[in-house]
Every structure is written in structure tokens, then in C-alpha cells.
């Protein structure tokens, strides 16, 4: 039942290299996980605590899963991620069990990094009562917040969550020694936009017409995930047209088609 619910990277590939467009964010991660890993002294001279879980919170498709892979494989460690829905269960404390499970299949794989995606499944506020109100989800959180209490102990564990739904969360999970570093993942600007259509068509066989300022123009309000799909779309093109190269009116025929029926900024069905 472990295996199903958590899956587990010994060694994700993805570099930071493969992030486009939120370098701030990349630091502060950075700050926030490697550092305390590498150069505790640091957090000790100045005579603070490192932040004891990270939360990443910000629209679907933004990075914050790529975030996460990242630091684990620039830190050599273990990529262990849970989705907050798999936390929910229908028996007694099986969704704290789930947890105890976590937290202990990650200190046998240290260095490790524990990613929790949709933590608003196990952690909304108390007044919204489809969640919340169940008194097992509030357990299973519960639990959560405990093996983060006995942190310290626990070594080279990183936590690092991620929502889509910041402000339906608890504000008990924020409290100091728990997801005390806040990064906010945001919808990519321009310039962030022209990086992430340069990341996707690294490896993609381009005529000289594609202009990487114009798509980045073409594709406001656009997710790095919704730029990925666009990129595959365009190449999809091509080779229905039976060319190897893929020129800019393919991305701009992948534009139509992902806008077409959805409006910008919807997450693009295949
Ligand atoms: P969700 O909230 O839906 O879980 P997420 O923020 O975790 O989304 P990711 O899973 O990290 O999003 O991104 C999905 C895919 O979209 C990535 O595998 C990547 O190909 C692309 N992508 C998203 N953001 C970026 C980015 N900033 N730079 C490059 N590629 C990106």
C-alpha cells in the first residue's frame, strides 16, 4: 500500500537549469533547503533556526513540483512525494499512518526531500466544512504536524509542500517550526515566458523564423505546463505536414488550436 500512495525518485534529473523564469524562487528554495544542509554554521553564527518546511503555493503548472526535484537532486538526495488526496482515507488513522509511513521510508533514504502536492487536501481551515470538518483529515494532519515537531532528530528530512489553494489553508500549519518559509510560485511574465519556450525547444529541431520574444508575446497569462504542451503541439504540426523542422507558423497554428475552445490561462486538454 506504501508504494502506491508515495513515489519515490532515488535521483530526480531535473537542474535548475531546467526552470525558466523564476529565479527568485530557485534562490529562496536554495536558501531555505540547501543551505541548512550544507553550511549549518551559518544559520548557528547568526543565531536562527532554519526554516523547518517550505511551502511553495502559486497557480497549477507554475514549477513547484520541478522546484522541488531540483534541490533533491542537487543535494544528491532521495525525491519522496505524496499527493495531500492520497492522505485522505476512509478508515481510522490510516491517512496518520500514511504519514508515519512518510516520514520513516524518508530516514531510511537519507538524505531525503519529502514533497507533499495539494496539502490543502489534509490542511483547509477548520470553517470549510466538506474538508475540514472531518474529524480524520484533522487527524492525519495532526500527525503531520508532529513528525514535523520532531524534526530535529530526524536529520537530513526536507519537507516541502505545495498548494494551488493558499488561502484555504490552516494558519496553524504556518506557525513557526512547521511550513515556516512561504514561497510564492507565480504565472510566468514575459521574459520568464520567452525562457521556459527556450528550455522546451531545446531538443527541438527549429527553422530560423521562430522568434522566441513574439511566442512569449503570443502566450500571455500562459502556465510553463500550458508553454511545454503548446511547444509539443507545435511539433505536432510539423509532422503532420510531414517536415522535420518546425517553423513559427506551427506555433502559431498550436496557439489557435489551445485557444480555441479554452480560453488562455485554462489548463490545455489533449
Ligand atoms: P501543480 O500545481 O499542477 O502540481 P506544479 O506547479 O507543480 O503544478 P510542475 O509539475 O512543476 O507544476 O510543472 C509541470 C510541467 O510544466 C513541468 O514538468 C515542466 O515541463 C513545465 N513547467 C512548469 N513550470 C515551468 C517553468 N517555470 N520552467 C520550465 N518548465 C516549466
Known amino acids: 500500500a506504501r508504494a502506491q500512495a508515495m513515489e519515490v525518485e532515488e535521483r530526480p534529473t531535473v537542474t535548475y537549469a531546467d526552470i525558466g523564469g523564476i529565479d527568485d524562487q530557485v534562490r529562496e528554495v536554495r536558501e531555505a533547503v540547501e543551505m541548512p544542509l550544507i553550511d549549518p554554521e551559518r544559520f548557528d553564527t547568526v543565531g536562527i533556526e532554519p526554516p523547518t518546511g517550505v511551502l511553495l503555493h502559486g497557480p497549477p503548472g507554475t514549477g513547484k513540483t520541478m522546484l522541488a526535484k531540483a534541490v533533491a537532486n542537487e543535494t544528491d538526495a532521495t525525491f519522496i512525494k505524496m499527493a495531500g488526496s492520497e492522505l485522505v482515507r476512509k478508515f481510522i488513522g490510516e491517512g496518520a499512518r500514511l504519514v508515519r509511513d512518510l516520514f520513516e521510508l524518508a530516514s531510511e ?68 517550526g512547521r511550513f515556516d518559509r512561504l514561497i510564492e510560485v507565480p504565472k510566468p511574465d514575459i521574459e520568464g515566458r520567452e525562457q521556459i519556450f527556450a528550455i522546451h525547444t531545446r531538443g527541438m529541431n527549429l527553422a530560423d523564423d521562430v522568434d522566441f520574444e513574439a511566442l512569449a508575446e503570443m502566450a500571455e497569462e500562459f502556465s510553463g505546463a500550458e508553454i511545454e504542451s503548446l511547444t509539443t503541439e507545435a511539433g505536432m504540426f510539423a509532422i503532420r505536414d510531414e517536415r522535420t523542422e518546425v517553423r513559427m507558423a506551427d506555433f502559431e497554428e498550436a496557439f489557435e488550436k489551445v485557444t480555441e475552445d479554452e480560453s488562455p490561462g485554462t489548463p490545455i486538454a489533449f
Not at 143 to 169: H, K, P
Open 109 to 176: 533514504h537519507e538524505p531525503a526531500v519529502i514533497f507533499i502536492d495539494e496539502i490543502d487536501a489534509v490542511a483547509a481551515k477548520r470553517t470549510d466544512s466538506k474538508t475540514s470538518g472531518d474529524a480524520e483529515v484533522q487527524r492525519t494532519m495532526m500527525q503531520l504536524l508532529s513528525e514535523m515537531d520532531g524534526f530535529e532528530e530526524r536529520g537530513d528530512v526536507s519537507i516541502i509542500a505545495a498548494t494551488n489553494r493558499y488561502d484555504m489553508l490552516d494558519r496553524a500549519i504556518l506557525r513557526p
